[in-house]
């Protein structure tokens, strides 16, 4: 029930079972756990997450290494989804085991071929190993497949109005005003001894 509640965004009930599940004196296991992260994982509650995932050692479960995780996945009893293999995928790119990495994201996309932000992080991690051409094959996948990542945004709210900007959007009114600003933190910012040229990577964040 907590795993059904897990893949329908049902977080606070998943989370209403586990503790009625403690107040039973049931215990619970590994896929109880795993549903319970999922669900606070797709539904933002990242206090509530962190708070369980330090209660399983009360319960005898201690942290893994990504190998015992990897064959925990794939031994399951149930058929792992597509956010299970997100997690673990977010998880090896967090600790730098991109081959695991590349195994989670083969599983991803074949269980939502429609999102082009599984292709496209398949298609990264293996450009990121010299792996060009089944890069290549990813990208051409996501080409026969016509998927596109929608191009990112960033937005403000000023006088309980909203503006966003894309990449590339030259609709905006004002975008002479604020081409200006920019440039005069760029000189400001370079004054300061700041490179802007720098590329930053993901290891600089």
């Keep these: 029930m907590i795993g059904g509640n897990a893949q329908h965004g049902l ?5 209403d079972l586990f503790e009625e599940m ?6 619970p296991d590994d896929i109880t756990f795993l549903s319970l992260f999922s669900s606070c994982r797709d539904s933002g509650l990242v206090k509530q997450g962190q708070f369980y995932f330090n209660s399983m050692v009360e319960h005898g479960l201690g942290c893994w290494n990504l190998e015992k995780a990897r064959d925990f996945i794939v031994k399951m009893p149930v058929h792992p989804n597509a956010i299970i293999w997100g997690s673990l995928l977010s998880c090896f790119r967090l600790h730098g085991n991109v081959w695991l990495g590349i195994e ?8 939502e071929p429609e999102s082009a932000a599984s292709h496209l992080q398949l298609d990264n991690l293996y450009a990121s190993v010299g792996c ?17 990542t929608e191009s990112g945004c960033s937005w ?3 006088g309980n109005e909203v503006y966003r900007f894309r990449a590339e959007d030259w609709s905006n009114g004002g975008l002479a005003e604020i081409a200006a600003v920019v440039d005069s933190l760029a000189d400001h910012m ?3 001894g700041y ?5 930053v990577t993901d290891d600089d964040l």
């Excluded at 989670?104 to 269980?111: D, G, S, V, Y």
């Excluded at 060009?132 to 596109?148: N, T, V």
């Excluded at 490179?195 to 590329?199: E, I, M, P, S, T």
């Design 11 to 15: 977080a606070v009930q998943a989370i």
């Design 22 to 27: 403690k107040k039973q004196r049931m215990k």
């Design 104 to 111: 989670a994201a083969e599983n991803k996309p074949l269980l």
């Design 132 to 148: 060009w051409d089944q890069a290549a094959r990813a990208r051409k996948l996501m080409k026969d497949e016509g998927l596109k």
């Design 156 to 158: 403000i709210e000023v």
């Design 190 to 192: 370079g004054s300061l």
């Design 195 to 199: 490179d802007l040229n720098q590329v």
